[in-house]
């Protein structure tokens, strides 16, 4: 996590990992309104608008009435607000590959295998073999 928060700090536009989230949940979700967007971000609506305040003001997002419903208003990223999220990911990328890079291959396929079992166990798979305490013998 650390790796990840140092990478969002290091390129202007300098962004908060809530921002960043937000900004990746618009770029999933184009259109979305601002209390999907609470919902997807764990925040309060009020939170959330204040937000998005900051992110359109500073011309990473956007915020327009929908076509089918002209009461509603949805939020896109700007080209700025993409570019910025692009160029975020691509710096997680390298230093992501920099410390990889350093770790012995072996090492790196127990991660991945790690990593794998981590995934279907979020998922709910339990085919896997079970963690946690071991009964006493």
Known sequence: MDLWGRAGQSTPPRLSN?????????????????????????????????????????????????EDNRREIGLTLTLHGQEAINRLHDLRSEAAREVLGRMPSDQRQNLLDGLRAFAKAVEGDDTGPQAGPRPAT
């Open 18 to 66: 809530l921002q960043v989230r937000a900004l990746v949940v618009v770029l999933r979700l184009p259109g979305i309104n601002l209390t999907r967007l609470a919902e997807e971000i764990g925040t309060g609506a009020p939170a959330t608008s204040r937000l998005c305040d900051r992110l359109e003001a500073a011309g990473l997002l956007k915020r327009r009435r929908l």
